[in-house]
């Protein structure tokens, strides 16, 4: 157990005795305890393999390279349809992390077969993802734009073309474009 780590399972939350029981299992498994997004993630050698996180309705193990998991017993969760490697294991009870302890342990040791192998899940690249039109249009008008946009990173690339095109409505994707066009000629990311 890392100490600088207690604070999240001290803390006062619905998911508290949950979260503890999670920290044991993934412990037991001889994964290495670090603080990273406020929460606490674990780590073989150098590569975060599970984190723990809560939200309203449930508590998830996040496994960094979830997709590569053979998931026999159909319990993990892409959380979005974006998430292109990550995959949750959901709990709504402390009584059902409990009935579930050796399933839990069996994905996280996969989980930590799968980096020690190194495998990682093949990302789509930036050109694969959607350009809305507006954006485009945008790009073809201000050439300085899309050398600025073409400069950014991968990642930051696929943030604003998620973003833009995440918009239903034209003039709500306009809006945004527009917003943001000084953060790309700046050289940022959207949440930078």
């Known amino acids: ?61 996040l496994f960094m390279q979830g997709a590569l998991l053979k998931d026999p017993k159909k319990v993990l969760i ?11 294991m959901r709990f709504k009870s402390v009584e059902e992390i409990i009935k579930k302890k050796s399933i839990i342990k069996a994905y996280i040791k996969e989980a930590i077969a799968i980096d020690k192998a190194g495998l990682k899940v093949e990302l789509k690249k930036t050109t694969e993802y959607f350009v809305p039109e507006e954006f485009q249009a945008v790009l073809e008008d201000m050439p300085e734009l899309k050398k600025a946009f073409e400069k950014l990173t991968p990642g930051r690339q696929r943030g604003y073309l998620l973003y833009f095109s995440s918009a239903k409505q034209s003039k709500t994707r306009e809006d945004r474009i527009e917003k943001y066009v000084q953060h790309i000629l700046d050289g940022k990311g959207l949440d930078d």
Request: with cysteine.
């Open 1 to 61: 157990m890392n100490p600088d780590v207690d604070w999240f399972f001290n803390k006062a939350s619905k998911w508290q005795d949950a979260y503890s029981e999670l920290r044991m299992y993934v412990l037991d498994c001889g994964l290495k305890e670090e603080l990273k997004w406020g929460c606490p993630c674990y780590i073989a050698e150098k590569n975060n393999v599970v984190l723990i996180h809560g939200f309203k309705d449930y508590c998830a193990l």
């Open 78 to 88: 892409q959380q979005t349809a974006n998430v292109q490697s990550a995959r949750q």
